[in-house]
Structure formats: structure tokens, C-alpha cells
């Protein structure tokens, strides 16, 4: 993600596709003082750059000590000044790397930027909802009890938070080294303890097998493949199988229901992080319903 660094303060501001600077209510960095023009200026990602544009400010904008033509663009590198109307307002461009999927606090405060392909809100530590991208490319913004589409430019509130999600039209994530990956293809096998303590997890997905190692949140996802398993030897309806309530898995997890979402937050970036194209599909939810099962029917669980 890209940056600008205040000389005043060094306070830094995460740089949105387009951001817009001046001292109107809607500008994404916002200059309250009255030698800034409302919208002063904008830098956006153009192909493989990123370019600034004075947008016909009262008193100017400079880079580098040079005066930007009104309308005029400017290609921006590492370490360049930007001043926007006043030597208090000034600048230091301290990355140019291309922008990110990020949701931005409506009221001011630091963006959440995508991380192993999830924007959790608030924090990665108290992921009351995130969003993140299904398999066919769409947006999803999810709650324990709400799940859709969302686009660039929309607000969603969570708690008493208004956030801003801000997309780039035409982006990607870091390319990969291993193959991409399926959960529609892959068998889960997980290993527990007799004694119930540990859980480790290996992914087999086709000719490649992923060993996912150990970790806290998967008894949580083993208790949602026990429940499927379950129900498809009793043959249940497979669009119907393994569905639980998250007040009996809190209650069977001895855990608040918060903590289910912490969980399953750990749970997609472990699996995204593995390559998996359709990571956010690992735990599905039916909406407005509380219900949610593993996503995958492919299943062995055994003992050691």
C-alpha cells in the first residue's frame, strides 16, 4: 500500500486508488484550514503509477518545490514533497506500492487493509465482521447474521463505526508460487488427540497436500466437520447436512459467541494463505439464521 508521510507531525496516510486531499467533509485526507482549497488535489493509481493532479487550488500545489500547472499530472517516486497550499501542509511520499482493498473509518482514523485476503472490523483481534472475496470475484461483507454483496464506495456500520469500503477497480492479489487451489476438491483430514488437546489438520487437493500444522481454531472446525459427518451417515440432504447453531457451538466450545468469529477469521487466512481460491467458502453461513457448517463434505477425522 502506498503512503504519505506529514514533515509536521509524521503522521502517515494510507493512499486509497483515487484520494482526493483538500479540507472539504468528503475528501479522504482532510486539510481543515482555509488555505487548503475543498478539493485541493488528487493522486490516484494509473496503470502502474501513481500521478497527482492539482485540481485547481487557490494557492497551489507543489512537488519538489515546483509549482503543479492547475490540471496537470505528476508522477510521484519514494521521497518526493508535496505541499498542499501552505508549508504546514506538507508532505512526504514514503511508498508507491499499488493500492489495496481497505475499509476506511468514516469519521478519521487509520484504514484496515486486506490481510491474507480478509478486512476484519474492527481489529484481527475482534473481527465482529470482515470482508473478503468469494471464488466468482464479488465483495461479501459478513456479520453473524448478515451476509451479501458489497461495493467500492459503500458504508457498512459496525458497532458504533461507520467504515468506507475502498476498492480498486482492477485488483490483485499477490501472485502465487504454488498452484492455485479448491476446497470442492479437497479432503480435509484432521488428527486429534484422544485426549481432545490438540488438533492438526492436513489439506489433500489432488496431487498436492498441504500440512495446515496445528492450531487452536480447529477443534472449533472439527466440531463442524463431526456435525456434517453426522448427518450425512444419517443421509441428510446434503444442502442441509452439518448446519449448527452458533449458540450450541459456543456452548459446546465453552466459548462466547464473539470468539466464533475470531475463529473463523484464523481459519480463512490459514487457508487463503495456502493458495486456496475459495478460502472464504471453509466455514459457510446461512444467513439470518445463526447456522453455519464446514464447507466442504469431504471428510476424515481420526484418533491418535
Keep these: 500500500m502506498a503512503t504519505l508521510r506529514a514533515r509536521v507531525d509524521s503522521g502517515e496516510h494510507v493512499l486509497e ?23 485541493h488535489a488528487s493522486l490516484r493509481w494509473l496503470q502502474d503509477r501513481w500521478v497527482l493532479r492539482d485540481l485547481n487550488s487557490t494557492n497551489g500545489t507543489w512537488v519538489n518545490g515546483q509549482r503543479v500547472a492547475p490540471q496537470a499530472e505528476v508522477v510521484l517516486a519514494i521521497g518526493d514533497r508535496i505541499l498542499f497550499g501552505h508549508s504546514h501542509h506538507e508532505w512526504e511520499v514514503s511508498s508507491v506500492e499499488p493500492p489495496a482493498p481497505m475499509a476506511v473509518p468514516v469519521g478519521g482514523g487509520r484504514p484496515r487493509v486486506i490481510n491474507f485476503g480478509v478486512i476484519a472490523l474492527p481489529t484481527d483481534e475482534e473481527p465482529i465482521a470482515t470482508i473478503f472475496r468469494d471464488s466468482l470475484g464479488d465483495w461479501l461483507f459478513e456479520t453473524q447474521d448478515e451476509l451479501r ?21 482492477h485488483w490483485q492479489s499477490t501472485m502465487r508460487t504454488t498452484p492455485v487451489k479448491l476446497l470442492s476438491e479437497t479432503t480435509l483430514s484432521f488428527e ?21 500444522g496445528s492450531h487452536s481454531a480447529y477443534y472449533f472446525l472439527l466440531t463442524l466437520a463431526r456435525a456434517r459427518q453426522k448427518d450425512n451417515a444419517e443421509g441428510v440432504a446434503p444442502n442441509e447436512a452439518g448446519w449448527t447453531h452458533r449458540e450450541d457451538l459456543a456452548r459446546m466450545l465453552l466459548c462466547n459467541e464473539p470468539q466464533l468469529n475470531v475463529w473463523i477469521h484464523r481459519i480463512r487466512a490459514k487457508f487463503e494463505s495456502q493458495g486456496f481460491l475459495d478460502y472464504s467458502a471453509i466455514v459457510e453461513r446461512k444467513e439470518g439464521t445463526g447456522l453455519m457448517r464446514i464447507g466442504t463434505s469431504l471428510l476424515t477425522v481420526k484418533s491418535t
Design 149 to 169: 454483496r458489497i461495493e467500492s464506495g459503500e458504508l457498512v456500520a459496525v458497532g458504533a463505526v461507520r467504515w468506507r469500503f475502498s476498492c480498486p477497480s
Design 192 to 212: 486429534v488427540t484422544r485426549d481432545e488437546e490438540h488438533v492438526s489438520l492436513i489439506a489433500n487437493a489432488g496431487f498436492d497436500t498441504v500440512n495446515l
Design 17 to 39: 486508488g483515487e484520494t482526493i486531499v483538500g479540507r472539504g467533509p468528503n475528501c479522504a485526507l482532510r486539510l481543515d484550514d482555509q488555505r487548503v482549497s475543498a478539493p
